[in-house]
Nanobody, 123 residues
Framework: QVQLEESGGGLVQAGGSLQLSCAVSGRAGTPYAMGWFRQAPGKERSLVGA???????YYRNSAKGRFTISRDSAKNTVYLQMNSLETEDTAVYYC?????????????????WGQGTQVTVSS
């Protein structure tokens, strides 16, 4: 059974940093891609960035230069480092695993989801 455990959300002032973590269990030895999504109130859940099994990384335009995705394969954990946070980054952040080694921008193609973690950026 695949489980994703998220951690690291919180309240931060604009310009600050947060690191989110997503620990994956139940996928030992099976290639997968992971996406980081976010959903602000009244908006659709959208992709922030993603990492393929081979390590190729994608970022949405608003995340480029501010957010960094990394992976610790030994811990089966993927990280989202967020710097220079803006109030517009306030949202619930979700990690998700896709049953494929390749990432996708289509959120419906991700089969497993974390519980979500709130990120609030104050001005």
């Amino acid at each position: 059974q695949v489980q994703l455990e998220e951690s690291g959300g919180g309240l931060v002032q604009a310009g600050g940093s947060l690191q989110l973590s997503c620990a994956v269990s139940g996928r030992a030895g099976t290639p997968y891609a992971m996406g980081w999504f976010r959903q602000a109130p009244g908006k659709e859940r959208s992709l922030v960035g993603a990492i393929s099994w081979s390590g190729t990384i994608y970022y949405r335009n608003s995340a480029k230069g501010r957010f960094t995705i990394s992976r610790d394969s030994a811990k089966n954990t993927v990280y989202l480092q967020m710097n220079s946070l803006e109030t517009e980054d306030t949202a619930v952040y979700y990690c998700a695993v896709r049953d494929s080694p390749y990432y996708s921008e289509n959120r419906d193609s991700y089969a497993y989801w974390g519980q979500g973690t709130q990120v609030t950026v104050s001005s």
